[in-house]
């Protein structure tokens, strides 16, 4: 009786989605920010792991979370103020930084796309990893533009940025790049807000590149992922 | 909070309608992200009006990911049948990346001569 209640109304997924996000949260500051601890894969985990045990499906689930979801749009609003903030900057290293986001957005889409098609992924699955480097929010909404799947790319998203922020720190090492603005801009390109949160860890000045390098790929992502995908789609 | 939310929201709506009646490629939360900065740039109050809002946003910018990401139980068969696929895609082409990004940047600011020297990694040898 209050079960069937509580399943027509969207609180209880609501709910259930602030509480895995801070059960999420917990969990990575007890490792101290390990990038594998990752507060959203720990959400989603837990939250999946609901769904199925309930026997809840996506739909229903959806009903509570959309009011979540729908904070993705003002949320890449608000992406321009670390832009805003770091306008002086931008200036000053922009040619460095418009030959970094070429080369990196691109070899960002294009080799993820030409490996995919080679290995037999075709279809909404391709468009739905073609903007993999972008945040989130600029993902789903650049994959629901090609006709990808949004879920989708949000797990595509999610595994780039993770991949990334472990990879980078001896990537960089090896190929002797000291530079740290280098470094920062480089990441927040290819592996957007998980990317950049690891810049900060690790030095203020790659953060600050790591943001702007985020949010000018989401910008240019946004055009090369449809010229991309006309190509290997 | 509630006016640089409804800033931010004024932003988005005119991103929404623009793209739409343009048909422009871009999302329009991306270009109300533009005409956001280049307001702010123009007229610095805007800013100081927005920022708790924005801040508050990205503080939290994981959590408005999680629904989207819990779409994954949706996909598991596809990713049973095709996840070596991607997760190759996905690991070649973030190391490539990241290298050529980091690369390209380094070599162009030495081009350009727009070296920062308070900006250096220390911890190995010189050069």
Redesign the interface.
């Known amino acids: 009786m209050i079960w069937s209640y509580l399943t027509q109304e969207p609180l209880i997924w609501l709910t259930a989605t602030l509480l895995a996000y801070l059960a999420g949260t917990a969990c990575s500051r007890a490792t101290g920010g390990q990038s594998w601890a990752n507060p959203v894969m720990i959400a989603v985990i837990l939250l999946g792991a609901l769904l199925s045990l309930t026997g809840t499906d996506y739909a229903t689930y959806f009903e509570g979370a959309q009011f979540v979801h729908f904070m993705l749009g003002p949320a890449t609003v608000a992406l321009g103020l670390p832009l805003l903030d770091n306008l002086h900057r931008l200036r000053r290293a922009a040619l460095p930084m418009i030959a970094a986001l070429l080369a990196g957005s691109g070899t960002a889409v294009i080799s993820a796309l030409a490996i995919a098609r080679a290995m037999g992924v075709e279809g909404t699955v391709l468009a739905s990893l073609a903007p993999k480097s972008t945040t989130a929010p600029v993902a789903i909404g650049i994959a629901e533009r090609l006709g990808g799947e949004p879920t989708l790319t949000a797990v595509m998203v999610l595994l780039t940025g993770i991949f990334g922020a472990v990879v980078v720190t001896p990537l960089l090492d090896l190929l002797r790049i000291r530079d740290w603005r280098a470094r920062g801009f480089a990441i927040g390109v290819a592996a957007h807000g998980i990317g950049t949160a690891r810049a900060f860890q690790v030095n203020q000045t790659a953060g600050a590149f790591s943001g702007i390098g985020m949010g000018l790929n989401a910008v240019l992502t946004a055009i090369i992922a449809p010229l991309a995908l006309a190509v290997f789609g | 909070m509630i006016p640089g939310?409804a800033i931010?929201?004024c932003?988005?709506l005119a991103?929404e309608i623009a793209t739409r009646a343009l048909g422009l490629?871009?999302?329009?939360?991306?270009l109300?992200?533009?005409l956001?900065?280049a307001a702010?740039?123009m007229r610095p109050r805007l800013?100081a009006r927005?920022?708790p809002?924005?801040?508050g946003?990205?503080a939290?910018?994981?959590?408005?990911?999680?629904?989207?990401?819990?779409?994954?139980?949706?996909?598991l068969a596809?990713?049973r049948e095709?996840g070596?696929?991607?997760?190759?895609?996905?690991?070649?082409?973030?190391?490539?990346?990241?290298?050529?990004?980091?690369?390209?940047?380094?070599?162009?600011?030495r081009l350009?001569g727009?070296?920062?020297p308070?900006?250096?990694?220390?911890g190995?040898g010189a050069r």
């Open positions: 939310l931010i929201l932003f988005q991103g490629p871009v999302p329009g939360p991306v109300g992200m533009i956001m900065v702010c740039a800013t927005i920022r809002v924005a801040e946003l990205l939290n910018l994981s959590l408005f990911f999680v629904p989207a990401g819990v779409g994954v139980v949706a996909h596809l990713i095709q070596v696929a991607l997760a190759v895609a996905i690991a070649v082409s973030t190391v490539l990346a990241i290298a050529i990004g980091a690369l390209v940047f380094q070599w162009v600011s350009t727009t070296t920062d308070n900006a250096v990694k220390s190995w």
